[in-house]
């Protein structure tokens, strides 16, 4: 009778010691993302809002210049206005101004170059929470998430860098992940080194005390 009060008491216990173990599990589960699928194309860089044009068309010093590409993804040049620029790559957008000056100039040979990189607001990976310096950071290829913490300077004291998530889409679905800043930046374990895909958003909360 005593033995079977105690299996009765301790039955509680291995319940809540199952649940506790069920929570861990699940927390543990998608904690990295697995490196995201990366076609040729989508390697090419983009042009985006904020980023700095050279134009430079050969042997035509007058048409040639530097513009930046404006909030609404555009650019005007001498003869052409409003041209759309944002998510062009540079050779794209080279062919787009040489069909243009077709009209203007014979056989116009144009070279654009890119300064103060931004990139697609789309594809831009945004560090936002308890980073020291928050903001959106140019999507480079094979990019981690230490080059994102070098990028916005690290932590902050009051981070808590182990509860960070990563929030990117797959599929057209919202997924979350989590990530080890901590163990990344403090202990240098690059096992927590979460490769990052154009578009991710890391969320870093603040500790709890």
Known sequence: MKFRNLVEAARPFAVLVALLGTIVVAGCANKLPPPPAV???????????????????????????????????KISLPLINDMVAAGKTPTQLSTDVQDQLKKYVNNPLVTVIVHSFMGPYSEQ??????????????????????????????????????????????????????LKLDDLLKDGDMSANSPLAPGDVIIIPQSYF
């Open 39 to 73: 076609s040729q194309s989508s390697t090419e860089y983009r042009i985006g809002p904020g980023d700095q044009l050279s134009i430079f068309v050969w042997q035509n010093k007058d048409l040639s210049t530097e513009v930046p590409v404006r909030p609404d993804g």
């Open 125 to 178: 990976v945004r560090v936002v929470g308890e980073a020291t310096r928050p903001r959106s950071i140019p999507y480079r290829d094979h990019m981690t998430a230490l080059d994102a913490m070098i990028e916005v300077g690290g932590l902050t004291p009051l981070a808590a860098g182990d509860r960070a998530t990563l929030v990117r889409y797959v599929d057209g679905k919202q997924e979350s992940f989590g």
